[in-house]
């Protein structure tokens, strides 16, 4: 989420602070999720999992760390209600009251498995569902919403942005994924449910106002009606150009004019991000055909798809040192590429966790490699650990989520050694704290930023879900910090 310089550096030096005054926790190792009295949703089915899933992890400080992560989000940030007499879920991000369509999405997509058999779930989905279609209508380009639609943004750093703020709009940065997230979602719960109730008149107006979004920043006629500039001292907050960006050639990919870190981007063309908005794209056209009945909109979805993919394999690529095609981060189709990555997703290690590519498509093979390489500016590694941070925390900042990414892609490639030194990571960089950060410093932990951020704790339970079920004789036994 957007943090301002004066904001990081105090979450910086308040962990550090907190750490310093509170000795480490000893074993054995005490819950630190609200008393049940005091948690925000309660899922029996949640429960039931975290209980079949601890019994068979062997480390104990691995397996607190699960039960603490895993149901952070329902525990803290789901704000259940109604909205015309259907459910209404309200999820915030943790230690900022909004709601971002991205990381709400990401925050309770671990819980979709269990939704088919969970009533409880299957009225919190459709309330974010719904929820979400109510934020894209009230404006397609915002990233956060506030819980009162009606609501000016409490945001500080929001109120003297130079763009156009509708009320119940926390932040406005346009960013493609936050299109995305819910559709993925929707999509999600449809697999897993087959319930149509949450595919309404609303949600059929939200889709068909996304398709029209992703179209007008094409910018193929013209410039189009957004724009954004943000008085700050930080270039990664503000657009050039009078809020348009930087020049493009317009080839048919979308243009998004901020990273799913809310950093501004450098080349509007940011490939991560149009990769996952094909991959939307035809998860819609199979919800328009399976779910609306309208096979036009379907094939209109398809046919878009389809160009944005062209544009992607003749602009979005470029070369490693040995002349090899990998993904480029940003391009502007003028030739000019950016090779990096940030730990935000969709990034370059997570396209294959999001669907977006084939998870054995060479060519994603070696980007991830590169991007987990000293080739990526914002690969760290000191004393403590190594992954990928980003400019939105800093130099020497890794993001745990990277770390999560490189695991869920070693455990779909059997790389059995890999989940395990990032499962030792992730144990020996949460400071004592029992939960994941946004980043932490290569050299040390307990320099941290966000004491709670839900999607990385949910992230987290949810590598360990996968890992239980696919691969549980690597939990099977406590972690070698010097193996």
């Known amino acids: 989420m957007s943090l301002s310089l004066s904001r990081r550096q105090a979450l910086l030096a308040g962990a550090a602070a ?13 819950s630190h999720r609200p008393p049940v009295e005091a948690r925000r949703f309660a899922s029996p089915a949640v429960e039931a999992l975290i209980k079949r899933v601890k ?17 952070n989000t329902l525990d803290t940030t789901v704000f259940l209600g109604e909205a015309g ?13 909004c709601m971002w369509l991205r990381d709400s999405s990401a925050q309770v997509w671990p819980y979709l498995p269990l939704a088919a058999k969970a009533p409880e779930l299957r009225t919190l989905f459709r309330g974010v569902i719904g929820r979400q279609a109510r934020c894209i209508l009230i404006d397609p380009y915002a990233n956060a919403y506030m819980h009162d ?5 409490n945001l500080k750093w929001s109120q003297q942005d130079v763009t156009e ?24 719960y449809w697999r897993a449910t087959r319930d149509p109730a949450p595919f309404d008149t609303e949600w059929r107006r939200a889709m068909a106002v996304v398709v029209r979004t992703f179209r007008e920043q094409q910018r193929k006629t013209g410039p189009g009606p957004y724009s954004f500039q943000r008085p700050s001292t930080l270039a990664t907050e503000t657009l050039m150009l009078e809020g348009k960006g930087a020049p493009t050639r317009k080839v048919g990919l979308i243009h998004s004019m901020f990273r799913p870190s809310d950093d501004a981007c450098v080349y509007p063309f940011l490939i991560p991000s149009n990769l996952f908005a094909a991959a939307s794209l035809r998860q819609l056209a199979e919800l328009a055909t399976e779910v609306l009945n309208d096979t036009a909109f379907a094939a209109d979805c ?6 944005v993919t062209a544009a992607l394999q003749a602009h979005g690529l470029t070369r490693d040192a040995d002349g090899q095609p990998v993904w480029a981060f940003e391009v502007d189709g003028f030739g000019n590429a950016a090779f990096m990555d940030d730990a935000n997703a969709p990034g370059l290690l997570s396209l294959a966790y999001l669907g977006c590519v084939p998870h054995d498509d060479p060519v994603f093979r070696r980007t991830a490699r590169l991007a987990w390489s000293e080739r990526n500016p914002y690969f760290f590694k000191g004393a403590a650990a190594e992954g990928v941070g980003g400019p939105h925390a800093g130099l020497d900042l890794i993001w745990p989520m990277s770390i999560i990414m490189r695991a869920l892609n070693a455990l779909a490639d059997g790389d059995d050694a890999t989940v395990l030194a990032s499962l030792r990571t992730l ?10 950060h946004e980043a932490f410093h290569k050299d040390d932990p307990t320099k941290f930023t966000r004491d709670w951020f839900a999607w990385a704790n949910t992230l987290f339970g949810e590598l360990i879900v996968e890992i239980a079920d696919r691969r549980p004789a690597l939990l099977a036994r406590p972690l070698d910090p010097t193996a």
């Open 302 to 307: 398809v046919a878009f798809a389809d160009e």
């Open 165 to 188: 703020m509708r009320p119940g709009v926390g932040e406005r940065k346009w960013e493609v994924d936050s299109l995305c997230y819910p559709i993925r979602l929707a999509h999600g």
């Open 427 to 436: 144990k020996a960089t949460h400071a004592g704290t029992g939960f994941m």
């Open 149 to 153: 639609p009606t609501a000016r943004t």
């Open 55 to 71: 019994a068979k992890v062997a480390d104990p400080e691995l397996a607190w760390l699960f039960e603490n992560c895993f149901p």
């Open 85 to 97: 007499g259907k459910p209404d879920a309200f999820v915030i991000t943790g230690d900022i009251d």
């Open 18 to 30: 907190a750490l310093a005054a509170t000795p480490a926790k000893a074993a054995p190792f005490i």
